[in-house]
């Protein structure tokens, strides 16, 4: 059974509930409970975890862990050792300096691999930086492909794409483009009533 906080996991036994969720550590003030900004809960290596993971708080994760790891708030997500499955944090930031098997990541700031991705899709709000090896698609609002990059796919950037000296990569480049807002308009005179027109056209017709 998971720990509610700490600075290591327990394994889940088989009859045990495969959904684990690891809440935020607090710091008590005296007046208020405030979360700390060096907060981060870890997995310790030697630990292998087979279900999926809710995280509400930053997350190293040093073991193996088989299933996904997701995260409605701003938590960010490092995986030194290895996970299958997928990634998604709302607003956090995802770095894979292990390796990701058969997962796509999704994050609301930005992506670093300096490991290796070997998945279906990363997409970011922010940076995609890659400086290890990638098998699969990478969008974001930057993609940056550093000296030690390799692998192959495709790329789709919104803003800008810088691919370094010394990159062994085969991929297929595309830019995309932003979500486009519909702006309502107020009409810049309002319909004047048919009623108007019938008593405007009654007395044409009597003048005559």
């Known amino acids: 059974m998971f720990k509610s906080w700490g600075t290591d996991v327990e394994s889940m036994n088989d009859e045990e509930q495969k959904v684990a969720e690891i809440k935020e550590p607090s710091v008590v003030t005296g007046k208020d409970e405030r ?65 990701l098997r058969e997962g796509n990541i999704i994050a609301g700031r930005d992506v670093t691999i300096s490991g290796k991705f070997d998945g279906g899709e990363i997409r970011a709000k922010g940076r ?13 609002n930057e993609v940056e492909l550093g000296a030690k990059a390799q692998g192959k796919g495709e790329i789709s950037y919104m803003e800008h794409i810088s691919i370094a000296k010394g990159a062994k990569i085969e991929v297929q480049i595309s830019r995309g483009q932003k979500e486009l ?28």
Do not use: W
């Open 128 to 140: 995609v930086y890659i400086n290890g090896e990638f098998n699969g698609k990478l969008e974001g």
């Open 35 to 99: 979360r700390k900004s060096d907060s981060v809960n870890k997995i310790l290596r030697g630990s292998k975890l087979s279900g999926n993971i809710n995280v509400t708080c930053d997350l190293e994760l040093s073991g193996d862990v088989e299933g996904n790891i997701t995260s409605e708030q701003d938590s960010s997500i490092v995986i030194k050792g290895t996970c299958k499955g997928n990634i998604e944090t709302k607003g956090g930031s995802v770095i894979i300096d292990g390796r």
């Open 181 to 208: 807002k519909l702006v309502k308009n107020e009409p810049a005179h309002k319909a004047v009533s048919t009623k108007v027109h019938e008593k405007m056209d009654k007395a044409v017709k009597e003048a005559k």
